[in-house]
């Protein structure tokens, strides 16, 4: 018996690469736990989209948010309490689509939570619409005669914006996109891994990937040269683009101080709410 996962009805689709990011999560949470990382730290929040399902099948702490607005949920959880462990999971559509603003201010302010992009370059939930990722000539319901949009380059948006831990992975190579869920979270600011994820039913990319999908020689320290990288087509990229160390927004805005812990007891609380209403 897996005591990470719920009883819930598992409905993605048959070879969906969500059941990938599902597995590698789990893993990556279990070496967490080797670590000293218990459960009690561990919160997830998400979007909405078939990604989203996730918060459903696993048995670890969660909230729900609004379309696009994951990261604002993830980050008040951060400051709230400093000592969790916060992971977002978000669509393409999701986080570069209705969220994108909040992605991009919390890569600029160095958020200290964890961003995992399901990238299947289709809006799979309402049946296979295009998304800001979306190859240029995509073909759906809501352009049948093709997309005649670039997409977003989410590796080099995040890199553009601030963020200090950039990665790639693919929902088919499990140990290494476990392992860079271990090292986006243990790792001290906006940690960004957008993961390549095959819809079977709309946007079917595994033959793709599995013939692109190249593992990079080495973590890169020159945003420039990550940027580079990232834009490359021919060979598709995965592993760690970018790594940096920069002060995180909570520790700016807070100091050491703990909202959750670090608070006066109810009594002192209303005795202050009761001073302010009298005024």
């Known amino acids: 018996m897996d005591d990470l996962v719920t009883n819930a009805e598992n409905t993605w ?31 997830v929040t998400a979007g909405i989209g078939c990604h989203g399902k996730i918060l459903d099948y696993l048995k670890i702490s969660g909230f729900y948010s609004l379309h696009g607005r994951a990261l604002a949920t993830a980050q008040g959880i951060k400051i709230a309490n400093p000592d969790l462990k916060v992971i977002a999971f978000v669509g393409d559509g999701d986080a570069l689509g209705e969220g994108i603003a909040h992605l991009i201010f919390a890569a600029k302010r160095n958020a200290d939570i964890t961003v995992i992009v399901h990238d299947n370059g289709v809006y799979g939930l309402t049946t296979g619409q295009y998304t800001p990722t979306s190859k240029k000539g995509y073909k759906g319901p809501s352009t049948p005669g093709g997309s005649v949009e670039e997409p977003l380059n989410p590796i080099t948006l995040m890199l553009e914006a601030g963020a200090t831990f950039v990665a790639r992975g693919y929902s088919a190579r499990l140990d290494q996109l476990a392992d860079l869920i271990v090292q986006a979270v243990e790792h001290e600011g906006f940690s960004f891994i957008d993961v390549l994820q095959p819809c079977v ?24 040269t990550a940027a580079q990288l990232a834009r490359t087509t021919d060979r598709i990229q995965t ?31 209303q005795k202050n709410v009761n001073a302010l209403i009298s005024k």
């Open 201 to 224: 039913s709309y946007n079917d990319t595994y033959r793709d990937y599995n013939q692109a999908v190249v593992n990079l020689p080495a973590v890169i320290e020159n945003r420039e």
């Open 239 to 269: 592993g760690v683009f970018f790594r940096a160390s920069k002060p995180v927004y909570h520790k700016e805005l807070l100091g050491g101080r703990n909202p959750g812990t670090d608070r006066s007891a109810r009594s002192a609380r």
């Open 13 to 43: 689709c048959p070879g969906c690469g969500n059941f990938g990011i599902f597995n590698a999560f789990k893993k990556a949470v279990r070496i967490l736990e080797e670590r000293g990382v218990g459960l009690d730290r561990i919160v």
